[in-house]
C-alpha cells in the first residue's frame, strides 16, 4: 500500500481546508485509516482515524467537532475536512494505515505512511 497526500496549504484562522490521501493498493479498502500531524519542534501527533467501512471514527480532543475523516472506498481515498482551524494546527499532516487494523484506533503505530502535506494556518 502506498499513500499520498495533497490538500495542504495556508489558511487563515477560522478557516477550512479538505486533505486527501489517494492509496495504492486494493487491500487498503479493508484497512483503518488515520491522520497524523507534526508540528515545527513537536512529537507526532494522533488526529483522527475512520474504519475500514468509513461507519467507526475517533478524533483527538484537540480536533473534535472541527475536524471529520471520512473515505471512499471506490476511490481509495481517505478524507480530512478541517474546520475552524487554529494557529495551534499548523503542522506536517499525514495519512497512515496499518497492515493489521480494520477498526480506528488512537495510535502512533502504523504500517504504511504518506509523505506529509503541510498545513499552515495564520492568525
Known amino acids: 500500500v502506498q499513500l499520498q497526500a495533497s490538500g495542504g496549504g495556508l489558511v487563515q484562522a477560522g478557516g477550512s481546508l479538505r486533505l486527501s490521501c489517494a492509496a495504492s493498493?486494493?487491500?487498503?479498502?479493508?484497512?483503518?485509516a488515520a491522520w497524523v500531524r507534526q508540528a515545527p519542534g513537536k512529537a507526532r501527533e494522533f488526529v483522527a482515524s475512520?474504519?475500514?467501512?468509513?461507519?467507526?471514527?475517533i478524533y483527538s480532543d484537540s480536533v473534535k467537532g472541527r475536524f471529520t475523516v471520512s473515505r471512499d472506498n471506490a476511490k481509495n481515498t481517505v478524507y480530512l475536512q478541517m474546520n475552524s482551524l487554529k494557529p495551534e494546527d499548523t503542522a506536517v499532516y499525514y495519512c497512515?494505515?496499518?497492515?493489521?487494523?480494520?477498526?480506528?484506533?488512537?495510535?502512533?503505530?502504523?504500517?504504511?505512511w504518506g509523505q506529509g502535506t503541510l498545513v499552515t494556518v495564520s492568525s
Open positions: 493498493g486494493r487491500s487498503f479498502r479493508s484497512l483503518a
Open positions: 475512520v474504519s475500514w467501512s468509513g461507519r467507526t471514527t
Open positions: 497512515a494505515a496499518d497492515s493489521h487494523r480494520s477498526d480506528p484506533a488512537q495510535t502512533l503505530q502504523y504500517d504504511y
